[in-house]
């Protein structure tokens, strides 16, 4: 078995409007990521992105003067299957398919195609992003990704008294985080539990505007190859030790009301015990975790289903301090998804990188293993 | 390494008006492919199919009863990449992703969506589908594939000294084939030289009616499993010796104008190399070749890029009768996408197990590897 391992990151600066077509950034990313790792196009014989993605392989291959691509797939799910991109890139790697797999993801997402507006967009009918039941929540005025978690998040704020207050902690933490990450857009722009009360509502009483993600303009990629390979480039390799998608029974992407209790996060359960079984580690032997936050609920749900904390506790595991850099489980310390950037979830793989690396901005000491989730797909990397 | 097999085939019915959802024929064909195998849904744990395909996985996952996914792909290319979706199914079971998993492809192409005719439908701007480039070519009046095909063929036809009378004889041979076959639509309907001649031009004076592929509803799935699980199920399994996907500098997708030299095939090139190089076997060593067929000189093509012949003498080499059951590499015993179904070349990898059992409507004696190939990606397939 190749074990598979990222050997190269790369991205475009976060903005709010790149001012360039998402072929362009896409292409920075790659090239910046093969310059990273010490590759050239020419080495590159795999890709990998979202469904969504509207670039398509073909061009990349023209743009960046690819010679042949053995293995190219895209992952279902939105962002949710951000870290699905890792689970193909490796799979394809330690198959033999493909030695040197890249993966993408590139979008003017502030710019051009709004995820956070009602704004139904050609993307809502592409195959694989899961949006077939929007037509079953627009009727009703559920229209945005805010609205759609938002119903799940009031069942889970009523049944385990949690307050909107209560999420601003999450928030809170990762502004702090971006704020002394150069790279992150929220950089030097902490705020406090007032900054987050004062801020309007998006879903009431759920989310204000503190509690969901940005919308970003920008691109991440990154390159996985064999171990083997790996020992010969420029960078110190982060180990894949594992990488699961999860597709549970009557789960959906986004609008996930189908399942029998709407407190339970059904996935990433899924994803823990997978990644937990194949790699033999636990919740103590992480010393970063990368936790999808399109809305500061999504990391209580992480919390809970990775078992950090028990099921309703991770209000109070929040608030004692245990996400921050010196608590139990230092999250996201680029600032994650609300407080660097929402490039879909892939800014916070690099991320795990640079921490294994020890060249994150905010570098969290000794660290082993890394864990990353991104609801429908997961992983482990370790140094 | 888990050597991945083909353990389970099924499909639907192929009709010009299946009558039901897409949706239901992806369920039929899956449950049927499982029921094959001897295998229940609850053992699936991987699913893959094409980027254009309208099924979502989380509705698969409910139809069918699936407990959970740990791998979800989807392969770019449409028909060019139906190959791509063995591939991938392989990759995920070598690399311990998952166990079973299940390939589909559903479509009522004929009754609602028929990629025949101008139509553009929301499809045209499904991410994956390498269809960007429509709207370089639908401002002169090239609108269909077989337009876009007709102008590679061209080039081929004059290079080549080539004809529509010679095109004849593959349409022949594959209607001769699907003539005998009880699957095919075109069972008991075989055709004469004469009758491709009267057939009217669809993009003259290259395809006549009778050099396109039909434009088909229905759905085919297969299961792949390790070689190790397959020993208990019900079936003799068909080996994938190897896989690959196959997408060169300056390619694109069925709009292919942009490389240097249009009458070089250079995505079958490529998948021969890579097959013949990681299988040892030559073109000597197949007894069935289930080629692409979805204009007839898609076929030339193909048998000159994996060397069954030179460049150029593809049109000798059939009209000495070598694609016959008797010939030297006898194509698609089941009628091929022209004779028996467009499934978008699913149903030629189903037909190549077929083969590999002995239970084929036309079987070749002693079939020891079969080769599959369907443009942007291909396979060796052996008993």
Same mark, same amino acid.
């Given at each position: 078995?190749?074990? &598979?391992?990222?050997? +190269? %990151?790369?991205?475009?600066?976060?903005?709010?409007?790149? #001012?360039?077509?998402?072929?362009? =950034? !896409?292409?920075?990313?790659?090239?910046?990521?093969?310059?990273?790792?010490?590759?050239?196009?020419?080495?590159?014989?795999?890709?990998?992105?979202?469904?969504?993605?509207?670039?398509?392989?073909?061009?990349?291959?023209?743009?960046?003067?690819?010679?042949?691509?053995?293995?190219?797939?895209?992952?279902?799910?939105?962002?949710?299957?951000?870290?699905?991109?890792?689970?193909?890139?490796?799979?394809?790697?330690?198959?033999?398919?493909?030695?040197?797999?890249?993966?993408?993801?590139?979008?003017?997402?502030?710019?051009?195609?709004?995820?956070?507006?009602?704004?139904?967009?050609?993307?809502?009918?592409?195959?694989?992003?899961?949006?077939?039941?929007?037509?079953?929540?627009?009727?009703?005025?559920?229209?945005?990704? &805010?609205?759609?978690? +938002? %119903?799940?998040?009031?069942?889970?704020?009523?049944?385990? #008294?949690?307050?909107?207050?209560? =999420? !601003?902690?999450?928030?809170?933490?990762?502004?702090?985080?971006?704020?002394?990450?150069?790279?992150?857009?929220?950089?030097?722009?902490?705020?406090?539990?007032?900054?987050?009360?004062?801020?309007?509502?998006?879903?009431?009483?759920?989310?204000?505007?503190?509690?969901?993600?940005?919308?970003?303009?920008?691109?991440?990629?990154?390159?996985?190859?064999?171990?083997?390979?790996?020992?010969?480039?420029?960078?110190?390799?982060?180990?894949?030790?594992?990488?699961?998608?999860?597709?549970?029974?009557?789960?959906?992407?986004?609008?996930?009301?189908?399942?029998?209790?709407?407190?339970?996060?059904?996935?990433?359960?899924?994803?823990?015990?997978?990644?937990?079984?194949?790699?033999?580690?636990?919740?103590?032997?992480?010393?970063?975790?990368?936790?999808?936050?399109?809305?500061?609920?999504?990391?209580?749900?992480?919390?809970?289903?990775?078992?950090?904390?028990?099921?309703?506790?991770?209000?109070?595991?929040?608030?004692?301090?245990?996400?921050?850099?010196?608590?139990?489980?230092?999250?996201?310390?680029?600032?994650?998804?609300?407080?660097?950037?929402?490039?879909?979830?892939?800014?916070?793989?690099?991320?795990?990188?640079?921490?294994?690396?020890?060249?994150?901005?905010?570098?969290?000491?000794?660290?082993?293993?890394?864990?990353?989730?991104?609801?429908?797909?997961?992983?482990?990397?370790?140094?």
């Amino acid at each position: 078995m190749a074990d &598979a391992c990222i050997a +190269g %990151i790369g991205q475009t600066e976060f903005s709010k409007n790149s #001012g360039r077509s998402e072929l362009t =950034l !896409a292409c920075e990313a790659i090239q910046s990521a093969l310059d990273d790792a010490g590759l050239a196009p020419s080495d590159v014989d795999g890709m990998t992105t979202f469904t969504i993605d509207n670039n398509e392989d073909v061009d990349l291959v023209r743009s960046l003067g690819i010679e042949n691509l053995r293995f190219s797939s895209r992952v279902p799910h939105g962002g949710g299957g951000s870290t699905g991109t890792l689970a193909h890139a490796m799979a394809a790697v330690e198959s033999g398919l493909a030695n040197v797999v890249v993966a993408w993801r590139a979008m003017n997402e502030r710019s051009e195609a709004r995820f956070g507006t009602a704004h139904m967009t050609a993307n809502s009918n592409v195959r694989g992003a899961g949006t077939g039941f929007i037509e079953w929540s627009v009727p009703f005025g559920a229209v945005t990704p &805010a609205t759609w978690t +938002g %119903i799940q998040a009031q069942r889970y704020m009523a049944r385990y #008294g949690v307050t909107n207050e209560d =999420l !601003a902690d999450v928030s809170v933490a990762l502004r702090a985080a971006a704020a002394s990450n150069p790279r992150a857009w929220f950089y030097g722009k902490p705020i406090t539990k007032a900054d987050h009360q004062e801020s309007r509502w998006i879903v009431e009483p759920v989310f204000r505007l503190l509690d969901c993600c940005q919308e970003s303009d920008g691109a991440v990629a990154f390159v996985v190859t064999t171990a083997e390979r790996a020992r010969d480039l420029k960078q110190i390799p982060a180990r894949i030790l594992h990488a699961t998608q999860s597709v549970p029974f009557e789960t959906e992407v986004v609008t996930n009301f189908y399942h029998q209790d709407l407190t339970s996060f059904e996935s990433g359960k899924k994803s823990a015990a997978e990644l937990y079984d194949r790699t033999g580690l636990g919740p103590e032997d992480f010393q970063v975790a990368m936790l999808y936050d399109h809305f500061t609920i999504a990391v209580y749900w992480h919390l809970e289903a990775f078992g950090f904390c028990g099921l309703g506790e991770a209000a109070d595991f929040v608030r004692e301090g245990n996400i921050g850099p010196n608590g139990k489980i230092p999250l996201s310390p680029n600032g994650g998804l609300i407080g660097e950037a929402y490039i879909h979830g892939m800014n916070n793989i690099t991320e795990a990188v640079r921490q294994i690396r020890g060249t994150a901005a905010n570098p969290v000491d000794a660290v082993q293993n890394v864990l990353v989730s991104s609801g429908m797909s997961a992983a482990v990397l370790s140094r």
